[in-house]
């Protein structure tokens, strides 16, 4: 058997560390509201969300390597990534106060996920409705969306002094702005891909 068991093993970890890295969040705003986000610390969530993120490469990776890819890992890897892009957007919107820029892009790709999930699961991952590239493409647009986002969060905390639409305000915004319309861009994609999934359902009656 050797390390055949690795691959699924981190990707099961990226499940558990998708919640853990959407309490760091939430912590960071609660440091925030009380005035202690300060120094460095402000760039944990940012770096927790990157360090997981990237185990989606590494299972990927160590699964070829050790020869090791399984049904098991297919199903699970999309999972541990709507996990991970879940925790981030809920939490995200939460701390906005559930305002629409977050809450409705946030919503529509965590819903989508939901939705696709349970049709994908509950008729035992067909062919048919295997990961598409496209749907590779949106998950990686929300991932480097949510990181800016995070980044974006912990350059702005450390410049809260800054006047107001000041250059310098402005520049210290202008990542989590990026972030936040690459998160737009990715619900639009969650709702195209969405359709896709129904095509090729359609397809198979």
């Not at 990534?81 to 946030?106: E, F, R, Y």
């Not at 919503?107 to 590779?136: C, F, H, Q, Y």
Request: glycine fraction near 8%.
């Amino acid at each position: 058997m050797g390390l055949k068991w690795l691959p699924n093993t981190v990707t099961i970890l990226r499940c558990v560390l998708a919640i853990w890295v959407g309490f760091l969040i939430l912590e960071f705003g609660r440091q925030l509201d009380a005035g202690r986000a300060t120094g460095s610390w402000v760039f944990l969530p940012f770096a927790a969300f990157v360090f997981v993120a990237a185990t989606d490469w590494l299972d990927g990776a160590l699964a070829r390597g050790l020869d090791a890819v399984s049904p098991l890992g297919a199903r699970l890897d999309p999972i541990a990534d709507k996990l991970l892009t879940g925790a981030c957007l809920l939490t995200l919107a939460h701390l906005d106060s559930w305002t629409w820029t977050v809450s409705i892009p946030a919503l529509t790709i965590v819903g989508r996920d939901l939705l696709m999930t349970a049709i994908r699961e509950s008729m035992g991952n067909p062919r048919g409705l295997k990961v598409t590239r496209a749907a590779k493409w949106k998950t990686a647009v929300a991932l480097v969306a949510i990181g800016a986002c995070l980044l974006g969060m912990a350059i702005s905390a450390l410049a809260l002094d800054t006047e107001r639409f000041s250059a310098a305000w402005i520049g210290t915004r202008a990542v989590l702005m990026a972030g936040l319309v690459g998160i737009w861009v990715a619900a639009i994609m969650s709702v195209m891909t969405a359709a896709d999934y129904v095509s090729a359902l359609r397809q198979q009656d």
